[in-house]
């Protein structure tokens, strides 16, 4: 089992910055890919980013492609979102997860742990 917590949310300005952590304990040993997800109001959940067990590929979704940046500290055992030049419809709980499956994916039931989420509001 592995245990998940997401920090760093907040409310933020349009055109500002937030960084996401995702902290993992339990059978941290084993090796997974991580993953960030987002959820709107009234909307499903959706993919954000996902990197790699090593940190050595990351892919990302269209809407954040050049704004937002996922790296992992497997020292620490932490993953991480940093998130520039937000804007208003990047308001979502955000949520970590963690797939058994070393590579990439953006599909969310390939992933097997989730951490409870984060809110993160983006005022206009």
């Known amino acids: 089992q592995v245990q998940l917590v997401e920090s760093g949310g907040g409310l933020v300005q349009a055109g500002g910055s937030l960084r996401l952590s995702c902290a993992a304990t339990g059978r941290t040993s084993s090796r997974y890919a991580m993953g960030w997800f987002r959820q709107a109001p009234g909307k499903e959940r959706e993919f954000v980013a996902t990197?790699?067990?090593?940190?050595?590929?990351?892919d990302y979704a269209d809407f954040v492609k050049g704004r937002f940046t996922i790296s992992r500290d497997n020292a620490k055992n932490t993953v991480y979102l940093q998130m520039n030049s937000l804007k208003p419809e990047d308001t979502a709980v955000y949520y970590c997860a963690a797939s058994r499956n070393i590579g990439l994916s953006s599909s969310w039931n390939a992933y097997d742990y989730w951490g409870q989420g984060s809110q993160v509001t983006v005022s206009s």
């Open positions: 990197i790699n067990w090593s940190g050595g590929s990351t």
